[in-house]
């Protein structure tokens, strides 16, 4: 029942936002090392030409064309040390001649400032690494250079012990009594206008489609006994607005009206103890479309002390690389009117000042490399598809 926090119940939320960073202080320096069955079903409904010139034209990848349906089994690792971590292993996408699906190598980045992205080709063969700005604990928020984002922002507290708490720079408010359960939920853009997260999740474009605001929900479910996540779901928007709703001035209560739309769920099914501590040992992660099903059953193989590792080692000298921090930061994907600075890697990255100053090659450089056969299956790419799908059915 919601209701008033009574002051005990007010310092348990206290006390385990404190022993949910405690806990990602006490793994900063662990490896993880999971198995993913990854399920993916789609019946994609036949984009239009203007749709897909414009999903090309920013440096969006185009999706199949016709159904599919898949499952495969993979292993990926989650490095992480103080102040830098690294997700790689293999991914199943799909490939859009055969929809049958391959395994592509990955490896993705976050440090305290920015992210990046470790590009291959169907060899397995590096040809440019992507690089990006991001607000401080970078790991918090969205990876805009990831390709595959099998670990992305959203899953990292159920995957990598890190605390939810400044998710997307979400504002948690409490609003459970619970005692066996806090429940919190975040509003990207509260009815005032208030923006509370990063700016992609309020892009003005998005606002106007919906016509009114906030769209976006986020609920996350914590257990303060374990002082772990049980889950988070994700709700994009309105699935239904009624007639009377429309052209006129709503108010917070109308909200409470309205049925949302589950876009995404992830959900801790066992736990384990490792060092006195509580960790996800099973997660089921599920996104939901329209045309589109995803379902990564995650389970925990190994947890062990991780070897140092920094950017410098990860890059050989003389890779390209596609550089973006002077685009800014909070963004999904790097923005359109921005040009990444291109330079082959000498072991240090330039200032910013240089990157500002460099000539740089047009935007769609950004993809020119990439095989069109390879979809990735989920978070980034999906989520500019439900955009555009809902574009698309706007205008219909």
């Given at each position: 029942?919601?209701?008033?926090?009574?002051?005990?119940?007010?310092?348990?939320?206290?006390?385990?936002?404190?022993?949910?960073?405690?806990?990602?202080?006490?793994?900063?320096?662990?490896?993880?090392?999971?198995?993913?069955?990854?399920?993916?079903?789609?019946?994609?409904?036949?984009?239009?030409?203007?749709?897909?010139?414009?999903?090309?034209?920013?440096?969006?990848?185009?999706?199949?064309?016709?159904?599919?349906?898949?499952?495969?089994?993979?292993?990926?690792?989650?490095?992480?040390?103080?102040?830098?971590?690294?997700?790689?292993?293999?991914?199943p996408v799909i490939n859009t001649d055969t929809l049958t699906p391959d395994l592509v190598r990955f490896q993705t980045f976050w440090s305290t400032k920015f992210c990046g992205d470790i590009d291959r080709d169907v060899r397995g063969r590096i040809y440019v690494v992507e690089i990006a700005s991001t607000p401080s604990y970078s790991y918090r928020h969205w990876n805009?250079?990831?390709?595959?984002s099998a670990v992305n922002g959203l899953n990292f507290p159920f995957l990598a012990a890190t605390?939810?708490?400044?998710?997307?720079?979400?504002?948690?408010?409490?609003?459970?009594?619970?005692?066996?359960?806090?429940?919190?939920?975040?509003?990207?853009?509260?009815?005032?206008?208030?923006?509370?997260?990063?700016?992609?999740?309020?892009?003005?474009?998005?606002?106007?489609?919906?016509?009114?605001?906030?769209?976006?929900?986020?609920?996350?479910?914590?257990?303060?006994?374990?002082?772990?996540?049980?889950?988070?779901e994700w709700y994009l928007g309105f699935e239904v607005i009624p007639a009377d709703f429309m052209n006129k001035t709503l108010r917070a209560e109308d909200f409470s009206k309205l049925e949302r739309s589950l876009v995404w769920r992830i959900e801790v099914r066992a736990y384990q103890q490792i060092a006195n501590q509580w960790l996800p040992k099973e997660v089921i992660e599920e996104y939901f479309s329209g045309d589109t099903y995803i379902r990564i059953a995650w389970r925990l193989l190994e947890v062990k002390t991780s070897k140092p590792e920094r950017l410098e080692s990860l890059i050989p000298l003389g890779t390209e690389v596609a550089d973006y921090r002077h685009c800014g930061e909070g963004y999904q994907l790097p923005p359109s009117d921005c040009r990444p600075a291109l330079y082959r890697w000498d072991g240090a990255l330039p200032s910013i000042e240089k990157l500002r100053a460099a000539t740089v090659m047009p935007p769609s450089y950004r993809r020119a490399h990439i095989d069109w056969r390879w979809i990735p299956p989920v978070l980034l790419v999906i989520v500019g598809m439900i955009w555009w799908m809902r574009t698309w059915r706007k205008n219909r």
């Open positions: 029942m919601v209701g008033l926090i009574s002051p005990t119940y007010a310092q348990l939320n206290l006390s385990v936002w404190q022993d949910l960073r405690e806990k990602e202080d006490k793994f900063s320096n662990t490896t993880f090392i999971w198995e993913a069955e990854v399920f993916s079903e789609s019946n994609p409904t036949a984009l239009p030409d203007e749709v897909l010139g414009r999903i090309r034209t920013q440096g969006g990848i185009v999706p199949p064309s016709k159904p599919y349906k898949f499952a495969k089994i993979v292993k990926l690792t989650i490095r992480r040390n103080p102040s830098f971590i690294t997700v790689s292993g293999d991914w805009p250079v990831d390709r595959i605390s939810p708490e400044g998710l997307f720079g979400l504002e948690w408010e409490l609003n459970s009594e619970d005692k066996d359960t806090l429940v919190f939920t975040a509003y990207p853009r509260s009815v005032d206008g208030t923006v509370k997260a990063d700016s992609w999740l309020v892009d003005p474009a998005s606002i106007d489609l919906d016509g009114f605001d906030p769209n976006v929900l986020f609920r996350l479910k914590i257990d303060p006994r374990r002082s772990a996540p049980l889950s988070l």
